[in-house]
């Protein structure tokens, strides 16, 4: 029935590597005290390592169906410990940036394995029960690593969340080396290299991704993203010549369901993953909750989507994945509008429920997309797939605080958040509320226009 010495890596190693993109945004007044730099530097700790494992996950991918997928997955692992207890004793910002990098390109080479390993070790009937599992842990890391890395920073320090990171790899290790799974029956050592494919793919990635993170505050962001785009154009258009390419294009041009599918989750993420920064300052700006009793109020949205995502992804062995992942992005339309009515007055009750009804509607889409989007390609691509959805997934994220990022300073101008008029901050809210809504009804028509054939 499966190794669940495999799912239990694949678990640790989901949840390791989201928290870990996130668990360092309550430590940048400390980071910036610490090394005596400004913020803007301090927030490069953050932006390496996701820029880093959204460029590297495809060609790491490309790398573990070539070689092995087991053995990438279990130097990302060992790799991510190591440079995570580095970390602990670094007293230079540059050489911690350094060193995030290069923990995401580890992350990256579990991102484009993990998955890929966890369904090559069940049968198809189990597929998306497990990926529901791993989902649940993914977003499980994204949305409690702030509120678990604020805590560890204000009672230890922030050094104490990369110490935890090291036990957390010393565990998926274990797990990954007591798992049966072989890389005999998977490896592909015909495939070949595809370096030119290769490194215009991160140009791309890291042109966009940095040319998006600073729309609204430097002048250059602009032609940079343009350039990224301009370049991840070209890639496209090199790969569709190679016989034995980066990527198969033909993943997207000769199959509806997974280029919908891939597009829906990158909207999905760019329509959702501001919520609980959004909504943590609509708790601690609007209504004055600590940080420490809004982080416990926003842990409810990953703790529904955890208790409901192995559910629903057995479900998509059952039922069409599509139509259980447009009723999930249905849902989340539905609270980004309800979101968006939110004010002074609104009740704890309210917010708590549009939580739990987000963290339902995350567990309804996450898993059967994933489920769809790995039931279109060939075993033989499975970490190609999966590095795709991995890339969807730090994209849109991106976007959206983009988004976000150019809405507040639209409505805010130069103004902390601290320093606007209640007014003001509730207008900036309902604007990008209103904004992900359309992002997310673009996503849900993709979501519904897909089919079932690969």
């Not at 032609?223 to 370049?231: E, H, I, M, R, T």
């Not at 943590?280 to 842990?299: D, E, K, P």
């Amino acid at each position: 029935m499966g190794d669940r010495k495999v799912l239990a890596s694949a678990m640790i190693t989901s949840f390791m590597t989201t928290f870990m993109s996130s668990a360092l945004n309550l430590s940048i007044p400390a980071l910036e005290s610490f090394f005596g730099v400004s913020a803007a530097a301090v927030g490069w700790i953050v932006s390496s390592y996701t820029i880093s494992v959204a460029a590297m996950s495809l060609p790491m991918g490309k790398l573990a169906d070539k070689t092995g997928r087991r053995k990438v997955f279990l130097a990302g692992i060992i790799g991510f410990g190591i440079l995570s207890a580095v970390c602990i004793f670094v007293t230079r910002i540059g050489l911690l940036i350094a060193l995030r990098a290069a923990a995401g390109v580890c992350a990256g080479m579990i991102f484009s394995t993990n998955n890929a390993i966890l369904i090559s070790s069940y049968p198809s009937g189990m597929r998306g029960k497990v990926l529901g599992y791993s989902t649940a842990a993914t977003y499980t890391g994204l949305t409690t690593g702030p509120v678990i890395g604020g805590f560890l920073n204000s009672t230890i320090g922030w050094r104490s969340i990369f110490a935890v990171s090291v036990v957390i790899s010393a565990a998926a290790l274990t797990a990954a080396l007591r798992s049966g799974y072989r890389d005999s029956e998977q490896e592909n050592p015909h495939s070949g290299n595809d370096l030119v494919g290769s490194l215009l793919y991160i140009f791309a990635i890291i042109s966009s991704l940095y040319g998006m993170s600073k729309l609204g505050s430097e002048p250059a962001a602009v032609p940079v993203l343009a350039c990224g785009l301009l370049a991840l154009a070209a890639f496209f258009l090199y790969e569709a010549r190679k016989s034995d390419p980066l990527m198969k294009v033909s993943m997207f041009s000769g199959s509806r369901t997974f280029t919908f599918s891939c597009l829906a989750a990158l909207l999905n993420y760019g329509a959702t993953f501001a919520i609980s920064y959004t909504v943590s300052i609509y708790l601690q700006v609007i209504l004055g909750i600590s940080s420490a009793r809004a982080g416990l109020i926003l842990i409810t949205m990953p703790a529904v989507q955890a208790l409901f995502s192995p559910m629903t992804g057995s479900m998509s062995d059952r039922i069409r994945p599509g139509i259980l992942a447009s009723i999930g992005m249905g849902i989340c339309t539905c609270t980004l509008l309800l979101f968006s009515r939110i004010g002074s007055e609104t009740t704890l009750v309210y917010i708590i429920c549009t939580l739990c009804l987000t963290g339902f509607g995350f567990a309804l889409f996450s898993s059967p997309n994933t489920n769809a989007i790995l039931s279109c390609v060939d075993r033989e691509d499975y970490a190609v797939a999966n590095s795709i959805i991995a890339t969807m997934r730090t994209y849109g994220q991106s976007a959206g605080m983009a988004v976000l990022s150019i809405i507040t300073s639209a409505v805010l101008g130069r103004n902390s958040l601290e320093a606007s008029p209640q007014t003001d901050v509730l207008a900036m809210m309902h604007t990008a509320f209103l904004v992900f809504a359309v992002l997310s009804i673009a996503g849900l028509l993709f979501s519904l226009s897909r089919d079932s054939k690969k």
